[in-house]
Nanobody, 121 residues
Framework: QVQVLESGGGSVQAGGSLRLSCQASGSIFTIFTMGWYRQAPGKQRELVAYQRRCGLTNYTDSVKGRFTISRDNHKNTVDLQMDSLKAEDTAGYYC???????????????WGQGTQVTVSS
């Protein structure tokens, strides 16, 4: 009913940049919030950044000034520009969408399969 697909992960040296992209599709009426989470081996999944439909953004402290989230409400996409990457940014990155569907107005939270980001020092 709702599909979330990420792309853009990869390997980069410390100080480099990567851009992640996420596309939500399916029976979508509107998306309230789109965001990125990450999970490193042996650690809990944590919020990286999110952007509400109105444009409000929020970042976890460790990425402020280095990562930028941007969203296209018409295309149901959200990107994460990651600059000045550090080894501790290494993780699986997951896109999240808080969706109001066209199916009886049901609200749901959907996740992508994840994309790996590896930063070598």
């Amino acid at each position: 009913q709702v599909q979330v697909l990420e792309s853009g992960g990869g390997s980069v040296q410390a100080g480099g940049s990567l851009r992640l992209s996420c596309q939500a599709s399916g029976s979508i009426f509107t998306i309230f919030t789109m965001g990125w989470y990450r999970q490193a081996p042996g650690k809990q999944r944590e919020l990286v950044a999110y952007q509400r439909r109105c444009g409000l953004t929020n970042y976890t402290d460790s990425v402020k000034g280095r990562f930028t989230i941007s969203r296209d409400n018409h295309k149901n996409t959200v990107d994460l520009q990651m600059d000045s990457l550090k080894a501790e940014d290494t993780a699986g990155y997951y896109c999240n969408a808080d969706v109001l569907t066209k199916i009886r107005g049901a609200r749901r939270e959907d996740w992508g399969q994840g994309t790996q980001v590896t930063v070598s020092s």
